[in-house]
C-alpha cells in the first residue's frame, strides 16, 4: 500500500472518530499509534519504545512557554474589565454613525485579539460586554450577533496569536515575522467588517441605528482609559520583532503588564487571579494534548511517507501552482465544517507544507513563501469558525443572545463570509500584502 492511500485510511477513520465526538487530541495520537504500528509490521515494542520520549520531547519545547503566556495575558484582560474599556473607547468615536455600535464592537474585538490571541475567547468576552449595549440601541438580532461572531474571528487574526505561535513551531518560522506579516491583513479583516456593517445599515437602517453623540472630554476620558491596554499591545510586537525581546519574554511582559493593569484599575481581585490561573492551565492543558497528539500522528505521516508522495505527485501532476493552493484553501474551508482552528493547523500544516513549499509563487523566497502560506492558511482557518454547520463563534454568540435564533445569526454573519473571501482572494493575488511590513522593517 503506497503512503498516500496509508495516509488517507488514517484520516478516513480520524474523521470517523471525530463523527463520533472523541476529543481531537484523543483521536489524532489514537489513529497516529494505530498507523504506527500498522507501517512497522505490528511491533508494539516500537511504538511504546517511541512513546518514552514523545511528551518530554514536545513539552519541553522552550517556544512552547509563549502559549500560556499569551493565554494568562487574555485572561487578565477578561477578567480585569479591560475589555469593557476598549469597547467603550471605540464606541465614543464611532457610536454616533449608523451602525456605529456594532463597528464599535469590531474594533473592540480587533483590540481585544491584541492582547487575547484565541478567537473563542474573544467572541464570549466582547460578546458579553457588547450584546447588551447593541440590545439596548435596538440593532437587529442578525446584524448584532453576526457582527460580533464575525469580530472574534479577529482573535487570532490581530497578532499574537496561538494558531500563528503553533505554526511557527510546527515550520520552523520566525514568530515574529509572522506576527508582523499579519498585522496588515487583520486590520484589512477589520475593516473590511466594518464596511459590511456599513452596507447593511445602509439598505436597511433600522438594523444599526445611530446612537447618542459623545462629548470630547468624555471621549478622552476613554482614550486614557484604554492607552495602558494599546501600550501592552506595542510592546510587545514592537519588542518581539525590533530584537528588544524574544517571544517568551515578550508575552511574559505582556502578561504581567495585563495583570497589574487589571488590578490597579480595579477590576480584578483575588478571585480574578485565580480564575485566570484556572483558565489558563485548563486551557494550555486541552492545547499541549492536542500537541501531542498531532506529535504522534505526524510520527506515522511521516513514517508512510505521504507528505513526500503527496508534493512529488502534485510536481509531477502539471497543476499550476495557483491552483494547487485554492484547493487546498478550499479542503480548509471544508475541514471547518469539523474541526477547530489549532486542530486544523496540526493535522494539515506537516502534509500542505512541503507541498507548498515545493512550488513557485509569484518568484517569492523559501521565507517569503512561508510566511505568506502562514497568514493564508490563518485567514482561512478563521472562516471555519463562522461557517455553517460548526461555526464555534456563531453558537458562542447565539448562546450569549438567547432571544436570537440560530439561523437570524448565521443568516447575519453571511455578509462577513463575502467579505472573508474577497479578502483571500486579495492575498491570494498580492503576496507583498503580507509581507511588506517584514521586507520594509529589516524581515
Known amino acids: 500500500m503506497s503512503g498516500i492511500a496509508v495516509g488517507s485510511w488514517i484520516f478516513v477513520l480520524l474523521m470517523v472518530l471525530l463523527v ?14 494505530a498507523g504506527y504500528v500498522y507501517l512497522t509490521g505490528g511491533e508494539l515494542g516500537l511504538l511504546l519504545n517511541s512513546l518514552k520520549n514523545l511528551a518530554y520531547a514536545r513539552l519541553s519545547n522552550y517556544d512552547l512557554v509563549v502559549i500560556p503566556l499569551f493565554l494568562l495575558m487574555g485572561q487578565f484582560a477578561t477578567h480585569g474589565g479591560l475589555s469593557a474599556a476598549l469597547f467603550r473607547f471605540v464606541s465614543a468615536f464611532m457610536g454616533h454613525f449608523k451602525g456605529g455600535v456594532a463597528m464599535a464592537a469590531i474594533g473592540a474585538c480587533a483590540g481585544f485579539g491584541a492582547i487575547c490571541g484565541s478567537s473563542l475567547a ?7 460586554v457588547t450584546l447588551p449595549e447593541l440590545k439596548r440601541a435596538k440593532y437587529s438580532g442578525a446584524l448584532s450577533t453576526g457582527a460580533l461572531a464575525a ?33 496588515l491583513p487583520g486590520i484589512i479583516a ?56 524574544n517571544p517568551t519574554e515578550a508575552a511574559a511582559i505582556g502578561a504581567a503588564a495585563c495583570g497589574v ?30 500537541l501531542m497528539g ?24 502539471n497543476l499550476t501552482p495557483m491552483v494547487v493552493m485554492v484547493v487546498i484553501l478550499i479542503i480548509y474551508i ?32 523559501a521565507t517569503d513563501k512561508s510566511i505568506w502560506f502562514g497568514i493564508l492558511a490563518l485567514m482561512v482557518v478563521e472562516i471555519g469558525l463562522v461557517h455553517p454547520p460548526v461555526g464555534m463563534n456563531v453558537y458562542i454568540i447565539n448562546r450569549l443572545a438567547k432571544d436570537v435564533p440560530l439561523t437570524e445569526t448565521f443568516k447575519g454573519v ?3 463570509l463575502a467579505s472573508d473571501l474577497i479578502r483571500i482572494i486579495l492575498l491570494l493575488a498580492f503576496p507583498a500584502i503580507s509581507l511588506v511590513l517584514v521586507r520594509t522593517f529589516g524581515g
Open 294 to 317: 498531532a506529535d504522534m500522528l505526524n510520527t506515522a505521516l511521516a513514517l508512510s511517507q505521504m507528505p513526500t508522495e503527496l508534493a512529488t505527485w502534485v510536481k509531477a501532476s
Open 334 to 365: 471544508l475541514l471547518g465544517c469539523v474541526m477547530d482552528s489549532l486542530a486544523m493547523i496540526l493535522l494539515t500544516i506537516p502534509i500542505f507544507y512541503p507541498v507548498v513549499m515545493g512550488l513557485e509563487f509569484h518568484g517569492m523566497t
Open 414 to 416: 453571511m455578509p462577513f
Open 151 to 183: 469580530g472574534g474571528t479577529l482573535g487570532i487574526m490581530i497578532p499574537p496569536s496561538v494558531p500563528l505561535v503553533i505554526y511557527a513551531i510546527l515550520t520552523q518560522e520566525s514568530i515574529g515575522k509572522l506576527f508582523m506579516a499579519a498585522v
Open 261 to 290: 493593569l487589571a488590578i490597579a484599575t480595579g477590576g480584578m481581585r483575588l478571585r480574578g487571579v485565580l480564575d485566570s490561573a484556572l483558565g489558563t492551565a485548563q486551557a494550555t492543558a486541552m492545547i499541549f494534548l492536542v
Open 190 to 245: 477589520m475593516i473590511g467588517y466594518m464596511i459590511v456593517i456599513k452596507i447593511v445599515v445602509t439598505i436597511n437602517p433600522a438594523a444599526g441605528p445611530a446612537g447618542p453623540r459623545v462629548a470630547w472630554p468624555e471621549r478622552m476620558k476613554a482614550l486614557l482609559q484604554v492607552a495602558p491596554v494599546l501600550g501592552v499591545f506595542v510592546v510587545v510586537i514592537v519588542g518581539i520583532y525590533g530584537g528588544w525581546a
Open 20 to 33: 463520533v465526538r472523541v476529543p481531537i487530541g484523543i483521536a489524532m495520537f489514537t489513529m497516529g499509534a
Open 122 to 128: 474573544t467572541a464570549a468576552t466582547m460578546g458579553q
